[in-house]
């Protein structure tokens, strides 16, 4: 089993940028497919960014692609999404979750394990 937890969520103005980081402990991190999800207010949760396990491959949704950027550290048991250009629809709960199937992994049922999350709010 493995616990997530998000941090650096927060307020920014349209065009800035954050970094969301998901630490994760309990088994081998690395064993591991990671994703970001998120959730607006009266929407349902939506798939933004994918990794395997190595970092070898990374998906994103069409949404958010050439803005964020998924990364992971196998040492350090944490992943990672960099927020740029954000946009007023970005905002949202964002979730982390981990996988232990392989593929794209862009479905919410190809994840066995979600943090809490941490709101993303981007002002106009």
């Known amino acids: 089993q493995v616990q997530l937890v998000e941090s650096g969520g927060g307020l920014v103005q349209a065009g800035g940028s954050l970094r969301l980081s998901c630490g994760a402990s309990?088994?081998?991190?690395?064993?591991?497919?990671m994703g970001w999800f998120r959730q607006a207010p009266g929407k349902d949760r939506e798939f933004v960014a994918s990794i395997t396990r190595s970092s070898s491959i990374t998906y994103y949704a069409d949404s958010v692609k050439g803005r964020f950027t998924i990364s992971r550290d196998n040492i350090k048991n944490t992943v990672y999404l960099q927020m740029n250009i954000l946009k007023p629809d970005d905002t949202a709960v964002y979730y982390c979750a981990a996988s232990v199937r392989y593929g794209s992994n862009r479905r919410i049922s190809d994840y066995d394990y979600w943090g809490q999350g941490t709101q993303v709010t981007v002002s106009s």
């Open positions: 309990g088994r081998t991190f690395s064993s591991y497919a």
